[in-house]
């Protein structure tokens, strides 16, 4: 058999070797740097695995991020075999390599931080042992014997799911075996840094409904510097974490009486929520032509029943009644659409009446899973600013196109486009139950999406399986500091729904026409947004959007009514505005000051109050100096006028 090996030459070796042995032959050398190896088609496979064709293969070199994850990969099969030494009666079910480390998923109680250590010592004794890792094809009924001899039953529902025409394989060190279709590195001597993080809990196969799991999250690396860096990073991102500065800085709190995914806005919160919300009303009323409603919190089912969330979304809904026993039952609304289309329905309308572009500030409430709450971005009550246009077919081009502009737009003010990537949400074809309409409605609608984002020059990916039911959509999505992917902002394309609520307009030859709907954000949901932007600007927001713009600090009681007076100047001038009049000092007031984020402070003294000015600090300028009063006020009411987003202020190297 003829082995080519990517920039290292070729060999000839006998069908049945390992590929170890085929690169030994070619180059011993080659086997401390390479992990795996890659075949003509990009697919990353074991060393371990034998020769049986003429094959071009790229070898797997540590320095690569493939390699690092198979190196992750065996300190997951490290950790499992560490915790059933441990703790027996754990068992296993799955444990893969991921973008920044790994987990295990076990059937155990929950692991303590005390847990952890001791397995992380005892992970370091198996990696100092160097145990030989090996690799074996067995047969269906081999594995399941083997598992089913040690009670392993997930690993058992794991073999029966196995494809016929799939190969088999386990993986072993010491006494560890584990069902696994690698790759794995040649050597445990490779792992120099590895840390496990943190512990939760996960449901077997990500369904509620079944075991509720004890997940132990890891990363590992291939030297030890790496891994203090990432662990550094950490840290950095801990600090910028919307659940830890929000909490620190009084946005928001949560209470376990309230409930899980129930969040409570401090006044700091609410006022920037207030900010934001006014902004947006205004931008769409004013300047994007929309029309504002104002709809019930909750409906009869009946309402979803038409349109088909009753059928295809009732389990994420909050149900008041039981079908079974009451006349009627009652949802709280996790979306607005149905009842703007009654808004709609209310009067008759004809082809010059459109677009309708209806906007609604909307309170929406999902049954979210209590394993997905976090903070401000998973939450049961959540409030959007929602959006449904009615629109001719001849319009809709045009007026999706309007949407994304719209999204853009709201996404530059906050200084986020650049934090963003485009997703063209389609429909799984092999999965019909899962939706409404035929298939070429589906089609057309999707390529109709495509040629918009493509005309629009806009990079975008396509999902398969995450439209609504009833349409396609562009879903925007950013990541937290932790790299997990939310969606921000949505434009649906909907074709469909006007049929199930019998929505129509009156064309040019008086004839009823099906209008087109688009269902969409300008800035998606509050409250995810306000953690998104927690996060970007670790506190610090621009100045429009700060609950707290202006700080005035008297440096002694003496100057409390000269600080009162430019208070209530700022304050008739729309600045959000404060005195501190304490008898502090005023080092310690600048101080706290700084902590508290707040953009601009205004010092005032016996000088400032004689001349009616102040000293401005700032964390733009620092000290920016001794300025009017009157031209302080000119000057920042225009930076909010205008929604700047100013760099931060670094004092210079001494």
């Known amino acids: 058999m003829l082995v080519k090996v990517k920039n290292h030459g070729e060999i000839q070796v006998e069908a049945g070797v390992s590929f170890i042995d085929a690169i030994k032959a070619l180059d011993a050398n080659l086997l401390n740097v390479a992990v795996a190896a890659k075949d003509a088609n990009g697919q990353v496979f074991d060393l371990r695995t034998s020769v049986d064709t003429d094959c071009e293969i790229e070898l797997v070199e540590i320095g690569s991020e493939e390699a690092l994850h198979v190196l992750r990969h065996t300190t997951a099969h490290i950790m499992a075999e560490a915790v059933q030494n441990l703790f027996p009666e754990a068992k296993v079910t799955i444990g893969p390599a991921t973008q920044n480390g790994f987990f295990y998923d076990f059937d155990y109680r929950p692991f303590s931080r005390e847990d952890l250590d001791a397995i992380e010592k005892e992970m370091k004794s198996i990696i100092k042992k160097c145990p030989r890792i090996e690799r074996r094809v067995v047969t269906r009924d081999e594995a399941h014997e083997f598992f089913a001899q040690r009670g392993e039953t997930y690993k058992l529902e794991l073999i029966d799911a196995i494809d016929a025409d799939k190969t088999i394989t386990l993986y072993s060190q010491n006494n560890f075996t584990d069902l696994c279709t690698g790759p794995h590195i040649l050597s445990t001597k490779l792992i120099k840094g590895f840390k ?39 840290e950095d991102i801990k600090n910028r974490d919307h659940n830890k500065i929000g909490r620190e800085m009084g946005i928001f709190t949560t209470v376990d009486v309230i409930g899980q995914g129930l969040p409570l806005l401090m006044p700091k919160g609410a006022k920037i929520v207030q900010t934001l919300q006014r902004w947006i009303e205004d931008l769409e009323d004013n300047q994007w032509g929309y029309t504002r409603t104002k709809t019930p919190l909750f409906a009869k089912s009946d309402l979803y029943k038409i349109s088909g969330h009753w059928d295809h979304y009732k389990d994420g809904m909050f149900v008041m009644g039981n079908e079974a026993e009451d006349p009627e039952v009652f949802a709280l609304r996790p979306m607005t659409c149905p009842f703007q289309y009654f808004v709609y329905k209310a009067t008759q309308k004809s082809y010059r009446d459109l677009p309708c572009r209806y906007s609604e500030t909307s309170t929406l409430f999902r049954n979210e899973d209590s394993g997905e709450m976090h903070g401000l971005t998973r939450v049961r009550q959540f409030t959007i600013s929602e959006g449904h246009l009615i629109v001719r077919p001849d319009q809709m081009v045009e007026e999706f196109k309007g949407c994304i502009a719209l999204a853009q737009h709201v996404l530059q003010t906050l200084g986020l486009e650049e934090d963003v990537t485009y997703h063209l949400s389609k429909w799984d074809p092999n999965n019909r139950k899962k939706y409404i309409g035929e298939p ?215």
Request: glycine fraction near 6%; proline fraction near 4%.
């Open 196 to 234: 496990l993080l943190s512990s939760s809990t996960a449901y077997w196969r990500a369904d509620k409904n079944n075991a509720t799991l004890s997940r132990i999250h890891g990363t590992a690396f291939f030297t030890k510097e790496d891994m203090e860096a990432y662990l550094q990073h950490l």
């Open 440 to 654: 070429e409605v589906w089609e057309q609608t999707e390529a109709a999406i495509r040629q918009i984002l493509s005309e629009l020059n806009i990079p975008f990916t396509e999902d398969v399986g995450e439209a609504a039911f009833y349409g396609p959509k562009v879903d925007i999505n950013a990541k937290n500091v932790y790299g997990k992917e939310d969606t921000m902002i949505t434009v649906q394309w909907d074709a469909l729904l006007s049929y199930q609520y019998d929505m129509y307009y009156i064309d040019q030859n008086g004839e009823k026409v099906r209008p087109y709907i688009i269902h969409r954000t300008s800035m998606g949901c509050y409250e995810r947004t306000l953690a998104w932007l927690i996060e970007k600007y670790a506190g610090k927001f621009p100045t429009w959007l700060c609950p707290e713009q202006v700080r005035v600090l008297p440096i002694s009681e003496k100057f409390n009514e000269y600080g009162t007076q430019v208070l209530a100047e700022l304050q008739r001038n729309g600045i959000l505005a404060t005195c501190d009049d304490r008898s502090e000092k005023i080092g310690k007031k600048i101080a706290e000051s700084r902590n508290d984020r707040v953009p601009y402070m205004l010092v005032v003294g016996q000088k400032e109050e004689e001349d009616k000015t102040v000293a401005v600090r700032s964390r733009y300028d620092g000290d920016a100096g001794v300025k009017p009063l009157a031209t302080f006020i000119s000057e920042i009411c225009e930076e909010i006028r205008t929604k700047a987003i100013r760099p931060e202020y670094k004092e210079p190297a001494k």
